[in-house]
Nanobody, 115 residues
């Protein structure tokens, strides 16, 4: 079992920045990669960014150059630094862990970009 707890969501003005954190606990040795997904109202959940256990990263085209995913292995925590936020970034953001046992998800955190 892997437990994921997200933090750092909130309301931000366009052009602003936020950092999300996702702390993993439990059987973290089975984690192959961790990622951030988001789901806006009326839309399907989409991948935002992913980082593998080896440190390789991948981003959705819509966030490249603005968002950065990183991890602190000592803290079992993955971060998503979000800069130059746009109203279209408004969504519930979910942390996910890809493991040998399947996918695990956090509870989600709301990001609202509005003036």
């Amino acid at each position: 079992q892997v437990r994921l707890v997200e933090s750092g969501g909130g309301l931000v003005q366009p052009g602003g920045s936020l950092r999300l954190s996702c702390a993993a606990s439990g059987s973290i040795f089975v984690i192959n990669a961790m990622g951030w997904y988001r789901q806006a109202p009326g839309k399907e959940r989409e991948l935002v960014a992913v980082i593998t256990s080896g440190g390789s990263t991948n981003y959705a085209d819509s966030v490249k150059g603005r968002f950065t995913i990183s991890k602190d292995n000592a803290k079992n925590t993955v971060y998503l630094q979000m800069n130059s936020l746009k109203p279209e970034d408004t969504a519930v953001y979910y942390c996910s862990a890809d493991t040998s046992w399947g996918d695990y998800w956090g509870q989600g955190t709301q990001i609202t970009v509005s003036s």
